[in-house]
Structure formats: structure tokens, C-alpha cells
T-cell receptor
Framework: GAVVSQHPSWVICKSGTSVKIECRSL??????MFWYRQFPKQSLMLMAT?????????EQGVEKDKFLINHASLTLSTLTVTSAHPEDSSFYIC?????????????FGPGTRLLVL | GESVGLHLPTLSVQEGDNSIINCAYS??????FIWYKQESGKGPQFIID?????DKRQGQRVTVLLNKTVKHLSLQIAATQPGDSAVYFC??????????FGKGTMLLVSP
């Protein structure tokens, strides 16, 4: 149980375009999902916390107008990187906090590698 | 271990040895700790967790030790296998809030 999927697994786009990444909890409901970014050989950096039905909470330094987050249901959150630039190239990982599974831990998706040309 | 710049601390062991990965956490109010394993190009995978009211917890081939006095967490892997090669992150949590990740340690297991 507690499987989280992401789509796509990798994407290459031109500078200036927008990219949408989906995060789904497959076998549990997640009232809270999290979006992280990870650069090579570095740790995960939390970008934002997404609560179902409400606005996301962004970490300091993360532009909410550039990284649009929607959490429309208990099993789906999306991250849209708007007007992507090469410096946005990174590994984006989502996680979901399990509901009613007796655990507080976060379960992570497999990540989405974004390359902006 | 703590990383400096882009260089992850690395622990190299031989297959069959026991591995110990260390983590210093920052917040004395943290009440929940998790170890994650991340293989190259993949998302972090939950290994084991421990609450602050415990000082030791065992899983299959893994043991987590918590020393709240010095804010130190360790992950012990028994009989390390090549498939254990990955980056290991500790994470701390306060009152079901967001996770704060450590900087990671790369474990390299030689056959």
C-alpha cells in the first residue's frame, strides 16, 4: 500500500513553455501532498505544501506564480512550472501524507526529471 | 554525516559488513524521525521511522537509534548487500508538520 505515482517521469521542453506534473496517491487518500525539488547530489528542498481544496503554502523563496499547485481531489495534486527557464531544470518529487493508515509519514513518488532547453 | 557543497559524504563498505549511517538533526522539538533510501533517478523510499519516546527501533536488517541528548540519529544496516547502495536521508518532523531532510549520505557497497 501507500503508492504514489508521478506523470510524466521525464520531460524536455523549450524555454518559455509551461509544464504540468501530476502526483497521484493510488491506494490511499491524501489530504496533504508536498512538492520538492532536488538538484544533483543535494537533498530534497520543500517547495510547497498542498492541502486538498485550499491554496498551497509555499516555502520562502519559491514563487507561487511560477510554480502553480492545484490539489483538487484527495488523490491528485498538480504542479505547473510556468514559463520554464533552464534554471528550472531539476528533479521534482511529490509526496503524500497517508490518511487513516495509522502513520504520519510521507510516501514519495518516483520523481519527474525536467530539462528546459 | 554532513555534506559540504555538492559533495555528499560517502560510506564505502564490503558486502556482508554492517553499515552505520549517522545524522545530526537540528531541532530539539522534533518528535518523529524517518530514514529514507534514494536510488539514483528515483524518489525516496521509506525505510524505518522512530518516535521521540523511543531510543531504538528494529526492522528487517535495519535498526534506528535515537539519542535525543545530542540530537543524533543513526541507521544500522546489517549484512549490507550491493542492492543497499543508495543515498540515505534522515528526516525530522515536528507535530505532524513538514519534514526537514538532512543532507544525505551515499552508501557504496562493494561485492
Amino acid at each position: 500500500g501507500a503508492v504514489v505515482s508521478q506523470h510524466p517521469s521525464w520531460v524536455i521542453c523549450k524555454s518559455g513553455t509551461s509544464v504540468k506534473i501530476e502526483c497521484r496517491s493510488l491506494d490511499f487518500q491524501a489530504t496533504t501532498m508536498f512538492w520538492y525539488r532536488q538538484f544533483p547530489k543535494q537533498s530534497l528542498m520543500l517547495m510547497a505544501t498542498s492541502n486538498e481544496g485550499s491554496k498551497a503554502t509555499y516555502e520562502q523563496g519559491v514563487e507561487k506564480d511560477k510554480f502553480l499547485i492545484n490539489h483538487a481531489s484527495l488523490t491528485l495534486s498538480t504542479l505547473t512550472v510556468t514559463s520554464a527557464h533552464p534554471e528550472d531544470s531539476s528533479f521534482y518529487i511529490c509526496s503524500a501524507r497517508a490518511l487513516d493508515l495509522g502513520r504520519e509519514t510521507q510516501y514519495f513518488g518516483p520523481g519527474t526529471r525536467l530539462l528546459v532547453l | 554525516g554532513e555534506s559540504v557543497g555538492l559533495h555528499l559524504p560517502t560510506l564505502s563498505v564490503q558486502e556482508g559488513d554492517n553499515s552505520i549511517i549517522n545524522c545530526a538533526y537540528s531541532n530539539s522539538a522534533s518528535d518523529y524521525f524517518i530514514w529514507y533510501k534514494q536510488e539514483s533517478g528515483k524518489g525516496p523510499q521509506f525505510i524505518i521511522d522512530i518516535r521521540s519516546n523511543m531510543d531504538k527501533r528494529q526492522g528487517q536488517r535495519v535498526t534506528v537509534l535515537l539519542n535525543k541528548t545530542v540530537k543524533h540519529l543513526s541507521l544500522q544496516i546489517a549484512a549490507t548487500q550491493p542492492g543497499d547502495s543508495a543515498v540515505y536521508f534522515c528526516a525530522e518532523n515536528i507535530d505532524r508538520s513538514t519534514l526537514t531532510f538532512g543532507k544525505g549520505t551515499m552508501l557504496l557497497v562493494s561485492p
